[in-house]
């Protein structure tokens, strides 16, 4: 399905909706009547620049903070997100970006850590063949579930958060900035790990400042400027236009760049007449 602008429309149940969601702390406004929808199967990216609302949106949605005014609606229901665990059990899973993970534990311990299986007399095998079906259904590239954490890549270590996160079958991923200080391999990784979540028929919401991991595997772009909406756009959207919406100045570096090339290119182009 095609909409107004051309793009291909979100077929999946609509997960996540937000309607006119505003966050105040005393006199500051962090969040601003913002709209946003997140469908399943589908990868939505949350981009701005430092200070745009996106952390406190997260929480929010995490259930760390309480909207000050909107609505939330989650699989056609309006709820109330009190605390982290009432996102949990609802099917929100984030993933922040230090990951909260155990470096002196394993795999399968980090997995489970704090949903362990009979815990007054640990289920280990149950445990490790869980583990092990989850990362196969990431298609991960882990030797072993019982080598610690600290022995992993940044890449890996972001597999068994992901991983985690999918334990409780959640309806719903936030990943905070994924690909953050990883190379070039291991952002590679990552980004292969998002499609097989949205595969999995997951909605996806990514926060990242990198608009190249964005273009790669986000549906939509969805970009806040002063805590308040400023557009959606598409994964064919020039670097460009999305400084510009981010920053909210038409004339910047990346502008200038493109306008010496256009310059550049009818040049060449006159001189071959």
Sequence with gaps: MID??????????????LQGVSKHFG???ALTDINLDVHAGEVVALVGDNGAGKSTLVK??????????GTITFAGKPVTLSDPATAL???????????????????????????ELSP?????????VRAWTLLNELAARIPSVRIPIASLSGGQRQTVAIARSLL????????????AALGVAQTAEVLNLIERVRDKGLGV???????????AVA????????????????????????????TGATENAVSRRAGRRQAQQEQREGGQL
């Design 4 to 17: 107004a602008s051309g793009q291909r429309a979100p077929t999946g149940e609509l997960v996540l909706s």
């Design 27 to 29: 006199a500051v406004s």
């Design 60 to 69: 929010i949605l995490a259930g760390v903070h309480q909207p000050s005014a």
């Design 89 to 115: 059990d609802l099917g929100i899973a984030t993933v922040f970006q230090d990951l909260a993970l155990c470096e002196n534990l394993d795999v399968v311990a980090n997995i489970f850590l704090g949903r």
């Design 120 to 128: 007054l007399k640990l289920d280990e095998t149950a445990m490790e």
């Design 168 to 179: 409780l079958e959640p309806k719903l991923i936030m990943l905070d900035e994924p690909t």
């Design 205 to 215: 919401l990514m926060i990242s400042h990198n608009m190249e991991d964005v273009r």
């Design 219 to 246: 549906d939509r772009i969805v970009v806040l400027r002063l805590g308040r909406n400023n557009g959606i756009f598409y994964p064919d959207t020039s670097n460009q236009e999305l400084v510009s919406a981010i």
